[in-house]
């Protein structure tokens, strides 16, 4: 008895979290007057609300803006965070304690402040509408080099003098020789900060106007609130599965990769 | 013996650079920056206008400001007791002997990893009052209807429901690693002494899973105060300005208003009231005896 | 480090390089290009592409690229972002009268009355009264007025018919005595299906354009929010239309929430609905059987005299980001030619600034097929626009609030609501001194 209890309690849980998206994905198959009903199937399934939603917004270009913003941003938060982190971690330099307090001490300023200051500079570098803009403020992530810090300590110092001894430059050490030893940070900072870049909507809000610039989670907002989604219900949808469905794929492989890390950034930050 | 002499590796300045660029560029300018423009009017274009504490002096007199603050305490008030229910409540159901765990753990994490802007959308239309699926649920039941997003009321402790959906996943699986680590001895040593099941969750499980707690407080705290896209899409900030959250009313009054000395003075604010409810938070719980 | 610095520099460079900035106006080869944003509705897309393609086969050297305002929540907030990022086109035909006056103080714009031949060009076409309320305080002109589009109310005759309505509402009483019998619960499932009106009830301040403003300019006998340059709010007025909407909301004529699924006059599920003449062209392909008219807004019981809207107004602006300016002013007055505003007429069903508009001939098949259009082109002589005043978004953002909570939520009494407004209009204005 109490076994029953406790699956459909964990039923109900699935179907709460789950069914919405199910509901979702069939919705935006439908014609709008079917729209409002619970079922997950319709004899008049047609892609003709994704055809209209390309037809008004250039989503596909979007896609590719946001694929390409998000895989910068996240290089670069790995390749510089695991240079900093390294040099915090394993290397002895005058400054190294107080530029670690410095990185902790940013890590809880709340962005609030910085915004509209962030936002004047990109204005005052003639900036704005570009992909520079929707990338710099993001190519170092603090989370992401505490993370490197704390993993590369863990590392044997002896293996790090085997790489000295043997004429290793430093970039060496850390892409060649530590990297392959540390794949779980690397993955962790990776997928934390592609899924932020990915799903990150009020800075590309302001800092790109440009149609064929915006990147996809900026151009499904502004299709909904703006009028060209004309409120129709089945075009939104459409627009959200588009935006859901990458992230979900790439949820569905590696999920196990993307859980841990979400909860460790949680626990660490 | 000879004295022993610190060496220091210089390529680590080289290393480091990179951090100390980003560093002036996005955090020092910004702050620095963000301090003159607390002082001055300012409309991006023209040249900056000296207003001394005039900026400060608007705020205290802006009826939006703390509407904007409550909104958020309230958001906060009904947020946090229902993600730490749930979440609690699931992950012990899923730290109880089940089968397909890993599955269940997979599909109660999915919200968290689609965009925000999916879930509003999503959840726009199931808190329609006459054609949405929440509403039509409850009418099945032959329970009223709810005014769920349209009532100045309603609508903030809506947005904490859809946040709470949205986010409830990961605090599941933090409070299952805290569970999962406590030690079985613990319980069964209390066994020993008669403790009852409900006893051992207050004497027990709820003490060890504090530090959890405090990140869950935290990180809503920090959540609550960024509340931007959910309120964008779905209300625009109404009914009645019940849903103006902290950076809605940043953002609307930097671009739609142009108004930057004030929007940066916002901010500025806003920063010092976050501490102080983290501060305020930090202290309550470790004062508070029962957690 | 060189080595190292050098990636940097490269890398910075290739992220750079990839950026594509559309406004920029470049001049190769002797060719000049010019930058066009035009609304983003397909209609003004749709005539904006025929304008260009016309203008860039006859001046090979002066190419415009034509490119719809990009989408937001409004037009005005892209082009006060662009005016600060310094991002702006050549030229756009979507300026709100009511946010030129922010954009000159921010240097934005370009005066056009700079041009030799500007007198001649604005005054061959536009009304000689409309002229001078164009004029900025600094007593240059920075817009070529285009087009106007009077609010008026549309009404579902189907809707009227069945519920026993013989004749469209002139006053509040009417209107109230319509709605009675037209708003109802057809299905009889316990909810109301068909409704007087609807409006967006979401805090969007241009939203108030098209009822609290429109109503107001109506009942002041065409009043706005200034007088003489100094904030004074009819509170009379302003209190009557605030009592009004508070009426359809609480009687439940007009519904509380916000729809999806479509626009509910297109679906027959609301009587009336008050809109420009653009209206029409979205019924023609939208809903192409449904039987509708056009009536002007409602007015008080003892309203005396002729009805006056307001003409949403929209026109065209030359910004200081161009580098030809000359060749943008060509644009422009290429734009207002008399062929372009049959175009206007006919493909976005929107009324030029023309004070021949039913007397020239060229127009006069046009209106004869379009008797509705009349209707429109009468109404726009009683038209009202905006002040020129720099925060009138943030005033139309703070009547919105009032509004809502006075008219929709019926939580301050018309006149408390009115008196606030106007107490928070002088500080808004005090503020921005």
């Known amino acids: 008895m109490k076994q029953i209890i406790k699956y459909s309690l964990l039923i109900l849980g699935a179907v709460i979290f789950a069914y919405p998206f199910l509901w979702m994905f069939a919705a935006s198959l439908k014609p709008e007057i079917e729209i409002g009903g619970f079922s997950l199937w319709s004899s008049n399934f047609s892609f003709k609300n994704y055809e209209q939603v390309f037809a008004r917004i250039p989503i596909a270009r979007a896609f590719f803006n946001s694929v390409l913003v998000s895989s910068i941003t996240t290089l670069s938060v790995v390749v510089f965070g695991s240079m900093i982190g390294y040099a915090l971690a394993r290397l002895n330099f005058?400054?190294?304690?107080?530029?670690?307090?410095?990185?902790?001490?940013?890590?809880?300023?709340?962005?609030?402040?910085?915004?509209?200051?962030?936002?004047?500079?990109?204005?005052?570098?003639?900036?704005?509408?570009?992909?520079?803009?929707?990338?710099?403020?993001?190519?170092?992530?603090?989370?992401?080099?505490?993370?490197?810090?704390?993993?590369?300590?863990?590392?044997?110092?002896?293996?790090?003098?085997?790489?000295?001894?043997?004429?290793?430059?430093?970039?060496?050490?850390?892409?060649a020789v530590i990297w392959p030893l540390s794949r779980p940070v690397v993955i962790t900072v990776a997928i934390l900060s592609f899924m932020a870049s990915w799903n990150e909507v009020l800075w590309p809000i302001i800092v790109v106007r440009e149609r064929t610039l915006m990147t996809l989670p900026q151009i499904v907002t502004l299709f909904t609130i703006g009028g060209q989604a004309e409120a129709l219900l089945g075009l939104q949808l459409a627009a959200a599965t588009l935006l859901a469905l990458p992230i979900i794929i790439a949820y569905s492989f590696f999920q196990r990769y993307f859980i841990d890390s979400m909860v460790s950034s949680g626990v660490k930050g | 013996m000879k004295k022993y002499k610190v060496k220091y590796d210089r390529s680590a300045y080289l290393l480091v650079l990179p951090y100390i660029i980003f560093f002036l560029m996005f955090v020092a300018y910004p702050l620095v920056f963000s301090l003159v423009l607390v002082f001055h009017r300012w409309d991006i274009v023209t040249p900056m206008q000296w207003v001394g504490l005039k900026n400060f002096e608007r705020l205290i007199n802006d009826p939006l400001f703390f509407k904007s603050i409550i909104n958020t305490l309230t958001f906060l008030l009904i947020h946090i007791p229902l993600q730490i229910t749930v979440a609690l409540g699931f992950a012990l159901l899923l730290n109880?002997?089940?089968?397909?765990?890993?599955?269940?753990?997979?599909?109660?994490?999915?919200?968290?990893?689609?965009?925000?802007?999916?879930?509003?959308?999503?959840?726009?239309?199931?808190?329609?009052?006459?054609?949405?699926?929440?509403?039509?649920?409850?009418?099945?039941?032959?329970?009223?209807?709810?005014?769920?997003?349209v009532s100045p009321e309603m609508a903030m402790p809506s947005v904490a429901i859809m946040a709470t959906w949205k986010n409830v996943g990961i605090y599941i699986i933090m409070f299952l690693v805290g569970l999962q680590n406590i030690s079985a001895e613990l319980y069964e040593s209390s066994n020993m002494d008669g403790a009852s099941r409900v006893q051992q969750f207050f004497s027990i499980t709820l003490p060890l899973?504090?530090?959890?707690?405090?990140?869950?407080?935290?990180?809503?705290?920090?959540?609550?105060?960024?509340?931007?896209?959910?309120?964008?899409?779905?209300?625009?900030?109404?009914?009645?300005?019940?849903?103006?959250?902290?950076?809605?009313?940043?953002?609307?009054?930097?671009?739609?208003?142009?108004?930057?000395?004030?929007?940066?003075?916002?901010?500025?604010?806003?920063?010092?009231?976050?501490?102080?409810?983290?501060?305020?938070?930090?202290?309550?719980?470790?004062?508070?005896?029962?957690? | 480090?060189?080595?190292?610095?050098?990636?940097?520099?490269?890398?910075?460079?290739?992220?750079?390089?990839?950026?594509?900035?559309?406004?920029?106006?470049?001049?190769?080869?002797?060719?000049?290009?010019?930058?066009?944003?035009?609304?983003?509705?397909?209609?003004?897309?749709?005539?904006?592409?025929?304008?260009?393609?016309?203008?860039?086969?006859?001046?090979?050297?002066?190419?415009?690229?034509?490119?719809?305002?990009?989408?937001?929540?409004?037009?005005?907030?892209?082009?006060?972002?662009?005016?600060?990022?310094?991002?702006?086109?050549?030229?756009?035909?979507?300026?709100?009268?009511?946010?030129?006056?922010?954009?000159?103080?921010?240097?934005?714009?370009?005066?056009?009355?700079?041009?030799?031949?500007?007198?001649?060009?604005?005054?061959?076409?536009?009304?000689?009264?409309l002229v001078e309320s164009l004029r900025d305080p600094n007593g240059h002109f920075y817009q070529m007025p285009w087009k106007t589009n009077p609010v008026m109310m549309f009404y579902n005759k189907r809707l009227f018919e069945v519920s026993g309505v013989p004749n469209v509402p002139r006053t509040?009483?009417?209107?109230?005595?319509?709605?009675?019998?037209?708003?109802?619960?057809?299905?009889?499932?316990?909810?109301?299906?068909?409704?007087?009106?609807?409006?967006?009830?979401?805090?969007?301040?241009?939203?108030?354009?098209?009822?609290?403003?429109?109503?107001?300019?109506?009942?002041?006998?065409?009043?706005?929010?200034?007088?003489?340059?100094?904030?004074?709010?009819?509170?009379?007025?302003?209190?009557?239309?605030?009592?009004?909407?508070?009426?359809?909301?609480?009687?439940?004529?007009?519904?509380?929430?916000?729809?999806?699924?479509?626009?509910?006059?297109?679906?027959?599920?609301?009587?009336?609905?008050?809109?420009?003449?653009?209206?029409?062209?979205t019924l023609q392909t939208m809903a192409p059987n449904l039987r509708y008219g056009v009536a002007p807004i409602p007015v008080p019981d003892n309203h005396q005299g002729p009805v006056y809207t307001y003409g949403d107004y929209k026109n065209i602006a030359i910004f200081s980001t161009t580098k030809h300016p000359k060749e943008a002013w060509e644009f422009v007055k290429f734009l207002v030619q008399a062929k372009y505003d049959l175009m206007l007429l006919e493909i976005a069903n929107q009324i030029p600034i023309r004070s021949d508009l039913l007397s020239n001939p060229l127009f006069a098949d046009y209106f004869k097929k379009n008797p509705?259009?009349?209707?429109?082109?009468?109404?726009?002589?009683?038209?009202?626009s905006v002040d020129a005043a720099p925060d009138l978004k943030e005033i139309f953002d703070a009547i919105s609030q009032e509004y809502e909570a006075s008219a929709v939520y019926g939580r301050k009494s018309p006149i408390e609501a009115t008196q606030s407004a106007q107490k928070r209009i002088k500080v808004i204005v005090d503020w921005n001194k």
Not at chain 2, 113 to 129: E, R
């Open chain 3, 372 to 384: 509705m259009m009349i209707e429109f082109a009468q109404q726009a002589v009683y038209t009202r």
């Open chain 3, 1 to 129: 480090m060189v080595k190292y610095l050098l990636s940097l520099c490269v890398s910075i460079i290739v992220i750079g390089c990839s950026e594509k900035n559309a406004n920029d106006t470049t001049t190769t080869n002797d060719v000049v290009t010019l930058t066009y944003w035009p609304a983003p509705n397909p209609q003004e897309v749709q005539l904006a592409n025929v304008i260009v393609k016309d203008w860039n086969r006859l001046h090979p050297t002066i190419q415009v690229k034509m490119q719809p305002i990009p989408v937001s929540q409004s037009t005005e907030e892209v082009l006060l972002a662009a005016i600060a990022g310094r991002t702006t086109p050549d030229v756009c035909s979507n300026i709100w009268p009511g946010a030129l006056a922010e954009f000159t103080r921010l240097g934005g714009l370009v005066d056009v009355d700079r041009f030799s031949d500007f007198d001649s060009a604005i005054t061959s076409r536009t009304p000689n009264d």
């Open chain 1, 94 to 175: 005058r400054g190294r304690n107080a530029l670690y307090y410095l990185i902790l001490f940013t890590m809880m300023i709340p962005f609030q402040i910085t915004l509209i200051p962030q936002y004047v500079l990109m204005v005052k570098l003639g900036i704005t509408d570009s992909y520079l803009a929707l990338i710099a403020p993001t190519m170092i992530s603090t989370l992401g080099i505490v993370m490197f810090r704390q993993f590369f300590m863990s590392i044997p110092q002896a293996l790090i003098d085997a790489a000295r001894i043997d004429g290793c430059s430093d970039f060496k050490i850390i892409f």
């Open chain 3, 172 to 281: 509040y009483s009417e209107f109230f005595a319509s709605a009675k019998k037209i708003t109802r619960d057809i299905d009889g499932d316990g909810q109301t299906d068909v409704w007087m009106g609807e409006r967006d009830i979401r805090p969007i301040w241009w939203q108030r354009w098209f009822d609290y403003y429109c109503f107001y300019i109506a009942a002041s006998n065409g009043k706005t929010f200034f007088v003489n340059g100094e904030p004074n709010l009819d509170q009379a007025a302003s209190s009557k239309v605030l009592e009004f909407f508070r009426t359809c909301y609480s009687e439940n004529f007009f519904p509380h929430t916000f729809f999806q699924g479509g626009d509910l006059f297109l679906l027959e599920r609301k009587a009336t609905n008050f809109a420009g003449p653009w209206q029409i062209a």
């Open chain 2, 209 to 291: 899973l504090n530090p959890t707690i405090v990140v869950v407080l935290v990180l809503s705290t920090i959540g609550g105060f960024s509340l931007f896209i959910e309120p964008y899409v779905l209300t625009g900030g109404g009914p009645m300005q019940s849903t103006l959250s902290a950076v809605l009313y940043i953002y609307n009054q930097a671009f739609y208003f142009n108004h930057m000395g004030y929007a940066a003075t916002l901010g500025f604010i806003f920063a010092i009231v976050i501490f102080a409810v983290i501060m305020i938070q930090k202290k309550a719980v470790e004062m508070d005896p029962t957690v």
């Open chain 2, 96 to 149: 109880s002997k089940i089968k397909f765990r890993p599955v269940f753990r997979t599909i109660y994490f999915l919200p968290v990893v689609v965009s925000g802007v999916v879930v509003t959308i999503l959840w726009q239309q199931l808190y329609s009052f006459d054609s949405g699926l929440l509403n039509k649920l409850l009418m099945v039941f032959g329970i009223p209807r709810i005014p769920w997003i």
